[in-house]
């Protein structure tokens, strides 16, 4: 990624192709397609990120983790420095200390960096947080509880769905937000800031039918590996990575041809 420009689309023939669709009157899933086509080189760099190979390892690392008798020190035998008995705000601020230190150890924050860390907590408060009896009233037994039952092989994967969701969807907004703005009045795209959102809505549910592929293999993949060799270290995080983005980068091409 690297540009940093707010109100400019890079200068490609695809994003070309993006700026000549919002100004006219194509439909929200032609623009998401064409958008998804442009970011496709960006969405498969990410398999060689440190910080995101870490937020897929963490994330497949944190259900296990809960399997265990003592979920803290599980979870500090996976770098994440918590309490003996974390809650959810305690676990995702582990996840945060950890990636920013991967970051750090890598050189610097990247982009795509950047958004595999914000997936990561959207989804565990996501995940977990919307299934406990409530932010303050949610003991850390909840908290074990809930992310246990996302390491069982349904709940995974919806699990790891949500977080390569949220990553597509982020990819995508981390380009279009930078125009969208000037899209917004009389005559243009969007006639009003209820109609910027309503298109945002869409872009997310779009990138979440892209990761329906995520479901067919992750969680037959989980199990295996969990059981074969006992955990969740960096080359299976990337292993992993790696075939789901290759995976959704296909359906995202499959859409585009619809499309075209």
Not at 10 to 15: N, S
Not at 32 to 60: C, G, M, N, Y
Not at 62 to 90: H, K, M, S
């Amino acid at each position: 990624m690297g540009h940093t420009t707010l109100g400019v689309l890079p200068k490609t023939r695809y994003w070309n192709e993006v700026a000549d669709l919002l100004a006219g009157t194509a439909p929200h899933n032609a623009i998401f397609a064409a958008s998804a086509q442009a970011a496709e080189k960006d969405l498969l760099q990410a398999t060689d990120d440190p910080v995101f190979i870490e937020a897929v390892r963490l994330l497949l690392a944190i259900p296990a983790a809960a399997r265990a008798q003592d979920f803290g020190n599980a979870l500090r035998e996976q770098n994440l420095l918590v309490t003996d008995r974390p809650g959810l705000l305690d676990l995702i601020s582990a996840t945060t200390r950890r990636l920013d230190q991967v970051r750090a150890a890598d050189g610097g924050r990247s982009d795509l960096g950047e958004l595999a860390a914000r997936a990561l907590s959207k989804t565990l408060t996501t995940s977990i947080g919307d299934t406990l009896p409530g932010l303050f009233d949610a003991t850390p037994d909840d908290v074990q509880t809930t992310a246990r039952k996302l390491s069982w092989n349904k709940s995974v994967s919806e699990y790891t769905r949500c977080f390569f969701g949220s990553l597509v969807s982020g990819s995508l907004s981390y380009w279009l937000d930078r125009t969208l703005d000037r899209h917004i009045g009389d005559g243009h795209r969007f006639t009003d800031v209820a109609a910027r959102n309503a298109f945002q809505s869409d872009l997310d549910q779009f990138a979440w039918e892209s990761t329906r592929i995520i479901r067919e293999f992750s969680g037959g993949w989980y199990g295996k590996t969990l059981y074969r060799d006992g955990g969740f270290n960096s080359v299976e995080a990337a292993r992993f990575g790696s075939v789901a983005l290759k995976k959704i980068v296909d359906d995202l091409r499959t859409r585009q041809v619809r499309r075209g």
